[in-house]
Every structure is written in structure tokens, then in C-alpha cells.
């Protein structure tokens, strides 16, 4: 990642067929398929409950996204620990080799 500062560009996302206004550092394709993702969050919690109102929606979307990314970083927690204790493994087998 670069230390020099991009300027913010200005988008428009649309989510539930409303407009807005974003300014964002991200290129424009990332920052599409973030709201389209996000978009696809607000349908599914939709279809399950079409009487929610929109604030609310985007409380669950948050909670629901905060909990994937949750189970990510979990995942690859363990993933670099389990990595980890194989390299200092293989580190002790070298060191007694030699």
C-alpha cells in the first residue's frame, strides 16, 4: 500500500434503489462490488423481513457482515498459528540436523 494519500474521489453507489453520494479513496470497481455485495445483504434480510425499515436493515446487514469478517479473521488466526507451529517444527528438525 502506498504512504502518498489519494484524493478522495466522489461516487454514487445505489443500494435498495437509492442513491449516495460517496467519497472514497478506493478505485471505482472495488467500491462497486462493495455495494453490490452490501446491496445483495439489504435484499437477503429483506426477503426474510420486508416490514423492517431500512435503519434497521442496515443495523442486521452490519451485524450480519461484522460476523463474516469476524469468522475470517478467526479462520486466519488459526490458519498463521497452525502455520506457525509447523515452521518452528521444522526449525527444531533443522537445528538438531545441523
Do not use: T, W
Not at 1 to 6: A, G, L, V, W, Y
Not at 18 to 37: A, D, F
Not at 62 to 76: F, G, M, P, R
Request: net charge positive; hydrophobic share 40%.
Amino acid at each position: 500500500m502506498d504512504n502518498i494519500e489519494k484524493k478522495a474521489k466522489k461516487f454514487q453507489i445505489q443500494i435498495l434503489d437509492k442513491e449516495y453520494p460517496i467519497e472514497s479513496n478506493l478505485s471505482e470497481e472495488r467500491l462497486k462490488n462493495i455495494s453490490v455485495y452490501l446491496e445483495s445483504k439489504f435484499k437477503e434480510l429483506q426477503k426474510s423481513a420486508p416490514m423492517v425499515p431500512i435503519g434497521r436493515l442496515a443495523i442486521l446487514a452490519s451485524l450480519n457482515i461484522a460476523n463474516e469478517l469476524y469468522d475470517v479473521k478467526q479462520k486466519y488466526k488459526s490458519k498463521c498459528e497452525h502455520y506457525e507451529s509447523q515452521l518452528d517444527r521444522i526449525i527444531a528438525a533443522l537445528q538438531n540436523v545441523l
